[in-house]
């Protein structure tokens, strides 16, 4: 790809990322309730607000409507494959945010997916 649209990418990725910190601060007060054993249900946890805030821009329409992503309602991937993408990303395509959400979050990401009509 020319290097003029992998920089735009690069550069709108680093911006998707800063945006989630606000969100991890809040959760990372009540360490209790989300700790590796996940205390915390993804259900407490606000999956469809992440989503908008850390994936809306490039999965249009809250992953209704393809945009620079594809569109996530309806997807045939398994759970795993999908916190796994969420996780690792995809070099030069998407951010990856490992080590941005906990694993509590990735779940509640998933399950906002799983629900998408
Ligand atoms: C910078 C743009 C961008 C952001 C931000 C982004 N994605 Fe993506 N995402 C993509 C692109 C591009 C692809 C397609 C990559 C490929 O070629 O497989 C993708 C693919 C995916 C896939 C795999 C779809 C499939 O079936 O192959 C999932 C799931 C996904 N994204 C979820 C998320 C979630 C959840 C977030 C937020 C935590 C997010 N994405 C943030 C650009 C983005």
Known sequence: MPMRIAKSIILIAGIALSLPAPVHAQQSQAPNQDQAG???S??????????????????????????RGPKLAG???SDDFIADRVRKGKPGAMPAYGSVFSESQIMAIVAYIRALE
């Open 38 to 40: 996940s205390a915390a």
């Open 42 to 67: 993804p259900s407490d946890i606000d999956g469809e607000t992440m989503f908008a805030t850390s994936c809306g821009f490039c999965h249009q329409s809250g992953g209704r409507a393809a945009g």
């Open 75 to 77: 997807t045939t991937r």
